[in-house]
């Protein structure tokens, strides 16, 4: 119900009440939240910057992608993945699955809407959530059309890869070739023939490295730290399903043990490659850190047969050439940033100490990190991909529902004695 409406100045204000939660976000982690509150009988509006769902795969991932875990791990609540998509779904097939997945529940996003400010009014007790939208603006003629919307609950779903990360290079400025940051890159067809470094040896760093191999590029990967790469399947499974099968019996200090004995038999000792592992395992490391273990799907061996070179980190760049910091200069077309992305909660959101400033990720570790104050929740932010955040938007949704039927119940209760006065 629009409770106010302004215009002015080139500007355009609409103010609105929901009734029920303004999820930021129509992500995997923002479909999940709205389906798990209309399960609950929690109406929802859906916010999204983009002008589809799930831009960050369909706007921003390269072609060759697929999920690296089972779909059996990527499902969102309330509906598997189709029976006849593979074990490892590709980006075109995860986009169809989400799409469908808002049908299926009738989540409409109100599309190229970002939110500008989120913030916590004492005096109504409700959330004050501001926007921009273009097209709105463009529809009243008033040019960049703004909304607030008042709500009691804020679902905070844009999740931990909002904006990318670009790190600062000595000498960019006189490099003069290519370069592109992976939510830029699509395949490597455009590479084929030319010599390419891949900053970023995560796992987008090291499947870009594979892809630009099959269009004949000739590839080389910095690795600046130490890293663990395990094989994507082990013992006929999944490396991911069978370390949470492991995690049931034994301590994860043994169960990194026996992910590492088993990685050396299949993949070998990787630090002959360059590849340093780290001294804490790889299910330690991530659960005290949040640094994710690479899943090999080929890279490994390319590197070992040559085709992709390991190179330390850069120093600075030159004319169409790097120097790395062991005092080696080489020649390179084009350099591709495979360094990730961030939350961009801080920009946004004005009220709580739910968030921190500097990594823009909840202050509290999983698994106390979906819930803060006055009504605010966090879906998506665990560090546990879509497993993560499909377990966020059911604790949400649930803790929503009680709220709002402990509100409904005290309303009753205070227009009661009005109503028996008045008989």
């Given at each position: 119900?629009?409770?106010?409406?302004?215009?002015?100045?080139?500007?355009?204000?609409?103010?609105?009440?929901?009734?029920?939660?303004?999820?930021?976000?129509?992500?995997?982690?923002?479909?999940?939240?709205?389906?798990?509150?209309?399960?609950?009988?929690?109406?929802?509006?859906?916010?999204?910057?983009?002008?589809?769902?799930?831009?960050?795969?369909?706007?921003?991932?390269?072609?060759?992608?697929?999920?690296?875990?089972?779909?059996?791990?990527?499902?969102?609540?309330?509906?598997?993945?189709?029976?006849?998509?593979?074990?490892?779904?590709?980006?075109?097939?995860?986009?169809?699955?989400?799409?469908?997945?808002?049908?299926?529940f009738h989540i409409k996003p109100r599309f190229n809407e970002a939110v500008t400010a989120a913030e916590y009014?004492?005096?109504?007790?409700?959330?004050?959530?501001?926007?921009?939208?273009?097209?709105?603006?463009?529809?009243?003629?008033?040019?960049?059309?703004?909304?607030?919307?008042?709500?009691?609950?804020?679902?905070?779903?844009?999740?931990?890869?909002?904006?990318?990360?670009?790190?600062?290079?000595?000498?960019?400025?006189?490099?003069?070739?290519?370069?592109?940051?992976?939510?830029?890159?699509?395949?490597?067809?455009?590479?084929?023939?030319?010599?390419?470094?891949?900053?970023?040896?995560?796992?987008?760093?090291?499947?870009?490295?594979?892809?630009?191999?099959?269009?004949?590029?000739?590839?080389?990967?910095?690795?600046?730290?130490?890293?663990?790469?395990?094989?994507?399947?082990?013992?006929?499974?999944?490396?991911?399903?069978?370390?949470?099968?492991?995690?049931?019996?034994?301590?994860?200090?043994?169960?990194?043990?026996?992910?590492?004995?088993?990685?050396?038999?299949?993949?070998?000792?990787?630090?002959?490659?360059?590849?340093?592992?780290?001294?804490?395992?790889?299910?330690?490391?991530?659960?005290?850190?949040?640094?994710?273990?690479?899943?090999?799907?080929?890279?490994?061996?390319?590197?070992?047969?040559?085709?992709?070179?390991?190179?330390?980190?850069?120093?600075?760049?030159?004319?169409?050439?790097?120097?790395?910091?062991?005092?080696?200069?080489?020649?390179?077309?084009?350099?591709?940033?495979?360094?990730?992305?961030?939350?961009?909660?801080?920009?946004?959101?004005?009220?709580?100490?739910?968030?921190?400033?500097?990594?823009?990720?909840?202050?509290?570790?999983?698994?106390?990190?979906?819930?803060?104050?006055?009504?605010?929740?966090?879906?998506?932010?665990?560090?546990?991909?879509?497993?993560?955040?499909?377990?966020?938007?059911?604790?949400?949704?649930?803790?929503?529902?009680?709220?709002?039927?402990?509100?409904?119940?005290?309303?009753?209760?205070?227009?009661?004695?009005?109503?028996?006065?008045?008989?």
């Open positions: 119900m629009n409770l106010q409406s302004e215009s002015g100045s080139g500007s355009a204000r609409l103010v609105s009440f929901v009734d029920g939660a303004v999820v930021v976000g129509a992500g995997p982690s923002g479909l999940a939240a709205s389906a798990c509150l209309q399960q609950k009988g929690v109406p929802s509006l859906v916010l999204e910057r983009s002008d589809c769902v799930a831009s960050l795969w369909q706007r921003r991932a390269y072609d060759r992608l697929r999920l690296h875990l089972p779909k059996s791990f990527c499902q969102l609540p309330l509906a598997p993945f189709p029976p006849h998509f593979p074990k490892y779904p590709s980006k075109r097939q995860f986009v169809t699955y989400l799409e469908s997945y808002a049908r299926k009014d004492k005096a109504l007790g409700l959330w004050r959530v501001n926007t921009s939208d273009s097209n709105l603006g463009l529809g009243l003629g008033l040019g960049c059309g703004e909304r607030e919307y008042l709500c009691r609950w804020v679902v905070v779903a844009t999740g931990e890869n909002a904006e990318v990360v670009v790190p600062e290079m000595e000498g960019a400025e006189e490099f003069g070739g290519a370069v592109v940051h992976t939510c830029g890159y699509k395949s490597g067809e455009m590479f084929r023939g030319k010599r390419v470094l891949v900053v970023g040896s995560g796992n987008s760093g090291m499947e870009v490295c594979l892809d630009l191999c099959s269009f004949g590029a000739k590839p080389s990967i910095v690795v600046r730290d130490t890293v663990h790469v395990l094989p994507q399947e082990m013992l006929g499974r999944s490396t991911f399903g069978l370390s949470m099968w492991l995690q049931k019996w034994l301590p994860i200090r043994l169960v990194d043990r026996f992910l590492l004995l088993l990685s050396w038999f299949v993949i070998g000792d990787t630090s002959n490659l360059g590849l340093t592992r780290p001294k804490l395992g790889p299910l330690e490391l991530k659960n005290l850190t949040g640094k994710t273990p690479v899943l090999d799907v080929g890279t490994i061996d390319k590197i070992r047969s040559g085709h992709v070179q390991v190179r330390p980190g850069i120093r600075r760049l030159k004319r169409l050439a790097v120097e790395f910091v062991d005092g080696r200069v080489e020649n390179y077309d084009a350099i591709i940033l495979a360094t990730g992305y961030r939350s961009n909660v801080p920009s946004w959101l004005k009220s709580g100490n739910m968030f921190c400033e500097k990594d823009g990720l909840p202050k509290s570790p999983f698994p106390n990190g979906w819930k803060g104050e006055h009504g605010l929740y966090a879906v998506g932010f665990t560090k546990r991909g879509l497993l993560g955040a499909s377990m966020d938007a059911r604790r949400v949704a649930e803790d929503i529902k009680q709220c709002r039927s402990s509100h409904d119940s005290s309303s009753k209760q205070q227009v009661h004695p009005v109503l028996e006065g008045g008989r």
